[in-house]
């Protein structure tokens, strides 16, 4: 089944600890993104990656870091989480010539 | 640059009524559109897409034509049912370039029996 999975799906954590939320897709997609979800705001992107070894900054990319080692995986670090981090983030992916993203299950961050 | 515009929610309709979310666009080049819908504790589906002007997308009942001339994206269905409840999101991508897709806020929709 073509899908984009996301773990963990529920993380609770303190100001400071460094976290990582993997995304993996299996369509063989160049291009895969991180949104975060924010009430009243829509989705906002905050990094993206257009194949193996190219990153590149969204709208939203402070206290962030990604890589992209392997076409199939994307993950997305938090070296020092701050509570404005709380959020629900979104893994998506699509051919390198879109148009449809296909968008993971969702990670909901809690940071204390 | 680009960006959407989408109507303010949330929304409320009784099972069978019409629906429309108005939706409007700036776009620096020439945008696909599209139309994802949230469920309940679930991410984000492509409901329906259109890629140039006066393209009319559609998918379970749910349609939006694409309006160069008033950058438009709107979404109509004709008669809601309870199952329609979700956050609809509008949303444009550049066809050129990286894949970027800007949202809108997001309406949510609920429909009462």
């Known amino acids: 089944e073509a899908q984009v999975t996301q773990n963990p799906r529920y993380l609770i954590t303190v100001t400071g600890k460094k976290l990582t939320v993997t995304c993996s897709q299996n369509?063989?997609?160049?291009?895969m993104s991180w949104y975060r979800q924010d009430p009243g705001l829509g989705l906002r992107q905050i990094y993206y990656?257009?194949?193996?070894?190219?990153?590149d900054k969204g709208d939203v990319p402070e206290g962030y870091k990604v890589s992209r080692k392997e076409k199939r995986n994307f993950p997305l670090i938090l070296e020092s989480p701050s509570p404005n981090q709380t959020s629900l983030y979104f893994c998506?992916?699509?051919?390198?010539?879109?148009?449809?993203?296909?968008f993971g299950p969702g990670t909901r961050l809690t940071v204390t | 640059g680009n960006s959407v515009t989408q109507m303010e929610g949330p929304v409320t309709l009784s099972e069978e009524a019409f629906l429309t979310i108005n939706c409007t666009y700036t776009?620096?080049?020439?945008?696909?559109l599209f139309w994802y819908v949230q469920y309940p504790g679930e991410g984000l589906q492509l409901l329906l897409k259109?890629?140039?002007?006066?393209d009319k997308g559609s998918n379970k009942g749910f349609e939006a034509t694409y309006r160069k001339e008033t950058t438009s994206f709107h979404l109509e269905k004709g008669s809601v049912q309870v199952s329609d409840s979700a956050v609809y999101f509008c949303?444009?991508?550049?066809?050129?370039?990286?894949?970027?897709?800007?949202f809108g806020t997001g309406t949510r929709l609920t429909v009462i029996p």
């Open positions: 776009a620096t080049g020439y945008p696909s």
């Open positions: 259109a890629t140039k002007a006066d």
């Open positions: 949303a444009l991508s550049l066809q050129t370039g990286a894949n970027n897709l800007f």
């Open positions: 369509m063989n997609h160049e291009y």
């Open positions: 990656s257009m194949n193996v070894e190219v990153t």
């Open positions: 998506a992916s699509s051919l390198r010539t879109g148009p449809q993203q296909y």
